[in-house]
Antibody, heavy 122, light 113 residues
């Protein structure tokens, strides 16, 4: 069974850094793209970008230029999303999701993590 | 970038009746070489992550009840719930995966009338 388990909720202050995680199991981690999706309070889904665990290739959506850094650690089958300086507008739920197409990026998300709530407030 | 729109924004349907949601892309998401529409539908219930319902516009995901069906091609797509159940109350999103950035529609909220 494919599982994506995300780290717990975070409360941070503006200007602080943060790294959240998404641990994968039940499949060959290095063979499938992982995407990150933002959902601001009461709003819809926004795709932030993708990372390919096999070679750490990343594709960031134009709407999130330089806002976050995506990375992986193959040894623990975990993907990460990192902010160097948080802003109040980063308050949202962040989901990781597996792209069904394997090495092919152009495909749908077939499994989702449970989401990580990030609250940024002074 | 391909822009996705959905209609209506919300709808309320009596239990057991049909719910129809439309999704339109600003350009075609059909690959004519392999005759595949790069369009998926997701269901998001309150407090839960999205769940894949339909991919390639009309292929139901594993375990999804057959009252959910997807149709359409090119730029115009439809998700139909035939016989709405109480557990179908949710927000439904379409998403294209034709070319990056893959964008989601704004969502359609479905409630019971």
């Amino acid at each position: 069974e494919v599982r994506l388990v995300q780290s717990g909720a975070e409360v941070k202050k503006p200007g602080e850094s943060l790294k959240i995680s998404c641990r994968a199991s039940g499949y060959n981690f290095i063979d499938y793209w992982i995407g990150w999706v933002r959902q601001m309070p009461g709003k819809g889904l926004e795709l932030m970008g993708f990372v390919f665990p096999g070679n750490s290739d990343t594709r960031y959506s134009p709407s999130f230029p330089g806002v976050v850094t995506m990375s992986v650690d193959k040894s623990v089958t975990t993907a990460y999303l990192r902010w160097s300086r948080l802003r109040a507008s980063d308050t949202a739920i962040y989901y990781c999701a597996r792209v069904a197409g394997g090495w092919t990026l152009e495909s749908h998300f077939d499994s989702w993590g449970q989401g990580t709530l990030v609250t940024v407030s002074s | 970038d391909i822009v996705m729109t959905q209609s209506p924004d919300s709808l309320a349907v009596p239990l057991g009746e049909r719910a129809t949601i439309k999704c339109k892309s600003s350009q075609s998401v059909l690959s004519t070489s392999i005759n595949r529409n790069y369009l998926a539908w997701y269901q998001q219930k309150p407090g839960q992550p999205p769940k894949l319902l339909v991919y390639w516009a009309s292929t139901r995901a594993s375990g999804v009840p057959d009252r959910f069906s997807g149709s359409g091609s090119g730029t115009d797509f439809t998700l139909t719930i035939s016989g709405l159940q109480a557990e179908d109350v949710a927000v439904y999103y379409c998403q294209h995966c034709y070319s990056t950035p893959f964008t989601f529609g704004p969502g359609t909220r479905v409630d019971i009338k």
